[in-house]
């Protein structure tokens, strides 16, 4: 089976000297059935042989193998200069030049971060479970960076009118913070709308790191382009890959 090239979404953001990145979306793969395209995800039930050729495929784009991690909806960060793929971790960091952290994501929030001079990058795999228990705030503070030094990209999630949620949900993030409430617009009783953008633009800036773009998708609104769980259930997964040179 032929497929098409990759297509690719290059984030729009001020990028500091040497930072690359790149944001799968499902074209360009040989995978078929409910995981059609580009499905980078080992874990969902997708044939083996068509994963491992959807990721050769990517590999021909990027420096080195990424660290392919085993997300599980937590707040544990991966050193990948010392970690191997397959380890349980929801983000990694990593100041070694070509070293390509990668988070696979159907509707989480990934978060891409980088130093300012060019010398570090971090990642996040960030569902809601993992951004109220302060993912972010950890892979941050593992990667030993002043907050405000750093540029974050929020890449393709769902958007905050298709992640319809309950009260538990909103619990978790007004808990800590009274001001996640803004993130959040009622649907019916004991239901809202969640903005996974807001609620990570707001912890960002609370730790003080305030030059965050990106948020503009909707993955579970675009099925040509993105895989989504929440559309879907039985679905691929999208990569977000970040690396800096020498």
Known sequence: MTADPIAFIEPDWPAPPGVRALITTRIGGVSRGPYAGLNLGD??????TAVARNRARLAAHLPGSPLWLRQVHGTA?????????????????????????????????????AEETGSAV????????????????????????????????????IGPRAFE????????????????????????PG?????LYALARQRLQRIGTTRVYGGAFCTASDPARFFSHRRDRVTGRMASLLWFES
């Open 43 to 48: 874990h969902v039930g997708d044939d083996p």
């Open 165 to 188: 949620v309950g009260s538990d949900v909103r619990d978790a993030f007004l808990t800590d913070d009274s001001d996640a409430a803004s993130a959040f617009v009622p649907t019916s």
């Open 122 to 157: 971090a990642i996040a795999h960030a569902g809601w479970r993992g951004l109220a228990a302060g993912v972010i705030e950890r892979v941050i503070a593992a990667l030993g960076t002043e907050p405000r030094h750093l540029v974050a990209y929020l890449g393709p999630a």
């Open 191 to 195: 239901k809202w709308f969640a903005d």
């Open 77 to 113: 960060v991966a050193d990948a200069s010392h970690e191997r793929a397959g380890c349980e971790a929801d983000a990694s960091f990593t100041r070694e030049p070509g070293q390509v952290l990668a988070a696979l994501t159907a509707d989480c929030l990934p978060v891409l971060l």
